[in-house]
């Protein structure tokens, strides 16, 4: 009874969000401005940034192992609310810009990832945000969909909405200790 609850709790959030109008998802200021107008609690401003950035941008097969290393922030996220796609660190870039913009302390956070059983060999980047007093850890990418195939598959998975570092852990090695936000951190071993 509890998860049906909260599933249509979320629903409710995320049904408004896709209501943010055209004009206003072109610019962080924008989609943040929509999000403080319309949300009050800082659990569902948090829900309505990752629900637009999983259910907004799709992931950019093509470009995976081409960053531009020279593209500052400001332009990765410009290029990414123009293009609708991109690799983990525009997710991470465009959800940490928003979640600030709508009053969180919130990071981006880069690291290794495991898959099935294997560490993978291209980086990651994913954010943590404080919500209520609390750190949680936010994947918006992983949260969009998965890669099947060589193909981007779009379907919201809310694991990685509001994460306990716990759990995150299981997947997700950051390089900097401090963002495992555990008393006894592991080791990359």
Not at 118 to 125: C, E, I, P, Q, Y
Not at 130 to 141: G, R, Y
Request: proline share 3%.
């Amino acid at each position: 009874i509890t998860f049906g609850q909260v599933k249509s709790y979320y629903a409710l959030i995320d049904a408004k969000t896709d209501k943010i109008p055209d004009n206003l998802s072109t610019s962080t200021n924008g989609i943040a401005g929509y999000i403080n107008e319309n949300f009050k609690s800082e659990n569902d401003k948090a829900r309505a940034v990752f629900y637009w950035v999983a259910s907004n941008i799709s992931y950019d097969i093509e470009n995976i192992a081409s960053i531009n290393f020279a593209e500052v922030s400001p332009d990765k996220i410009k290029n990414t609310l123009l293009a609708r796609k991109g690799v983990c660190i525009h997710y991470a870039e465009v959800f940490n810009d928003i979640a600030q913009k709508v009053g969180f302390q919130s990071y981006i956070i880069y690291g290794y990832t495991k898959q099935n059983g294997k560490v993978d060999v291209l980086s990651h980047a994913w954010c943590a945000a404080k919500i209520d007093k609390t750190w949680w850890l936010f994947d918006p990418t992983w949260g969009a969909g998965s890669v099947n195939n060589g193909v981007f598959v779009k379907k919201l998975n809310n694991f990685y909405f509001k994460t306990s570092p716990k759990a995150m852990l299981e997947t997700h090695m950051p390089f900097d200790y401090l963002w495992q936000l555990s008393r006894y951190p592991i080791n990359n071993a």
